[in-house]
C-alpha cells in the first residue's frame, strides 16, 4: 500500500535563550510559578533579523540532508505557521525560493499549534493519491514578535524555533497509518490575535490598545485541550485497531507539561513513553511536534517499526493527531 513514510527530520532554534529568571525582570512572576504551572524553565527568541523563513530554511536543510535528497527532488512544500514573514508571499513560498526547490509546489497552512499535524496530512493526502512523491513540511514561528512582553499571561509560555520533515511516498508497512483533524470554531476567541487584519486594520489606535497581540484565556483553553487530546489520541488508536499499550512514543504539541501530564494520564499511557522538550524551549506552536521528534529520532529513541502518536492543540480550536509506524 502507497504510504507517505518520514525519510528525514530537522529542527532548528534560534541561539538566544530566555530563562525565567530573566522573565522575573519583565513582569510580576516567577521560575517556581512558571515551572510548577507550565513545566517551562526556558526558550528561545529569534534574532531582530531573524524571521520565520530564515528559521524553517535551517530546519529544511537538516531534514533534506538526514533524508538524502537535492532540494529539486521535492515536490510539494507546506509551512504550517501562524507567524509567517508577511501577509503574502507565503513563507513555503519564500522558503522554496531560497532552498532552490524549483520543482516544488509552495503554500502556508494557517491552523496554530496544530499546523504542523495539518500540514503533514494535506501532503500525506497528495502523496497516496499519486499526485506528488516527495513533500517537505514545515512548522515554524516566530512568536517573540506576536506577544505582549507586558503580558504575564502570554510571554511566560511561548518560544521560537522550526521543524521540518522529508515525506516520500514508499510502498510498505511502514508510514503515517491515518490522521485526524478537527475544528471547533465556536470558541474561536480563546486563543487570537485581534488586529492587523481585515477586522480591525492597523492604525496608531490599534496600536495603541495593543491589538496587535496574542489574546488568551488560558484557563478555559487548558480544559479543552485536555479533553479534546485524550479524544484525538485514542481516535487514532482506534482507527488503527491498536490498543494505547501498542504506543511506543507519543509526539505532544509542547503546550504545558500539565495538559501532557493529564492526557497520558487519562489514556494510561507512561510519561516515560512521552517526548517532552518543553522545559528548554516553551510552546512553539507549529514547530514544536516535529522539534521534538527530530530530538528523538536523533538521539536514538525512534527505533524502525516504533508506534508513534503526534497530537495537537491550538487556536481555531483546532486540534490533530497522527499515527505513524516508523
Ligand atoms: N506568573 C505569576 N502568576 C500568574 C502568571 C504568571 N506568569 N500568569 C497568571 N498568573 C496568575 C493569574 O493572574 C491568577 O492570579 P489570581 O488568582 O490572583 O487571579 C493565577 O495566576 C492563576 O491563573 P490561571 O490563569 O488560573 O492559572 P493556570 O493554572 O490556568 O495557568 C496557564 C495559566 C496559562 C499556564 C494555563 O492556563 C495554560 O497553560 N493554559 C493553556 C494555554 C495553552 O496551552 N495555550 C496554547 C494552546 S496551544
Not at 513582569?27 to 524571521?51: C, F
Not at 537538516?62 to 509551512?79: Q, R, S
Not at 490599534?206 to 484557563?219: C, E, F, R, T
Not at 507539561?257 to 528548554?280: C, G, S, Y
Request: hydrophobic residues 45%; neutral net charge; proline residues 3%.
Amino acid at each position: 500500500m502507497l504510504r507517505s513514510r518520514i525519510i528525514g527530520t530537522g529542527a532548528y532554534a534560534p541561539s538566544k535563550v530566555l530563562t525565567n529568571f530573566d522573565l522575573e525582570k519583565l513582569v510580576d512572576t516567577s521560575d517556581e510559578w512558571i515551572m510548577e504551572r507550565t513545566g517551562i524553565r526556558e526558550r528561545r527568541i529569534a534574532a531582530e533579523d531573524e524571521a520565520t523563513s530564515d528559521l524553517s530554511i535551517k530546519a529544511a536543510n537538516n531534514a533534506i540532508k538526514m533524508a538524502g535528497i537535492k532540494p529539486e527532488d521535492i515536490d510539494l512544500i507546506i509551512v504550517g505557521t501562524v507567524t509567517p514573514d508577511m501577509f503574502f508571499p507565503s513563507t513555503a513560498s519564500i522558503v522554496q525560493g531560497k532552498i532552490g526547490a524549483k520543482n516544488a509546489v509552495a503554500f502556508d497552512i494557517s491552523a496554530a499549534c496544530s499546523g504542523f499535524i495539518y500540514a503533514m496530512s494535506i501532503a500525506d493526502q497528495f502523496i497516496r493519491n499519486g499526485t506528488y512523491k516527495t513533500a517537505l513540511v514545515i512548522g515554524a514561528e516566530v512568536l517573540s514578535k506576536i506577544i505582549d512582553w507586558s503580558d504575564r499571561n502570554t510571554c511566560v509560555i511561548f518560544g521560537d524555533g522550526a521543524g521540518a520533515v522529508i515525506l516520500r511516498g514508499d510502498n510498505g508497512k511502514s508510514g503515517i497509518l491515518s490522521t485526524h483533524l478537527h475544528t471547533d470554531g465556536s470558541m474561536w476567541d480563546l486563543l487570537y490575535i485581534p488586529g492587523g487584519g481585515s477586522r480591525y486594520p492597523v492604525s496608531h489606535q490599534m496600536i495603541d490598545d495593543k491589538l496587535i497581540y496574542m489574546k488568551m484565556k488560558g484557563n478555559e483553553t487548558f480544559k479543552v485541550a485536555v479533553k479534546s487530546l485524550e479524544a484525538v489520541i485514542l481516535e487514532a488508536i482506534e482507527h488503527n485497531k491498536m490498543k494505547p499499550s501498542d504506543v511506543n512514543w507519543i509526539i505532544p504539541h509542547q503546550a504545558n507539561l500539565r495538559i501532557i501530564q493529564a492526557v497520558v494520564k487519562r489514556l494510561d499511557i507512561p510519561i516515560e513513553r512521552v517526548v517532552l522538550n518543553i522545559e528548554r524551549y516553551g510552546n512553539t506552536s507549529a514547530a514544536s511536534v516535529p522539534m521534538a521528534l527530530d530530538e528523538a529520532v536523533r538521539d536514538g529513541r525512534v527505533k524502525k517499526d516504533d508506534v508513534i502518536i503526534f497530537e495537537a492543540f491550538g487556536a481555531g480550536l483546532t486540534w490533530a493527531s497522527a499515527l505513524i509506524r516508523w
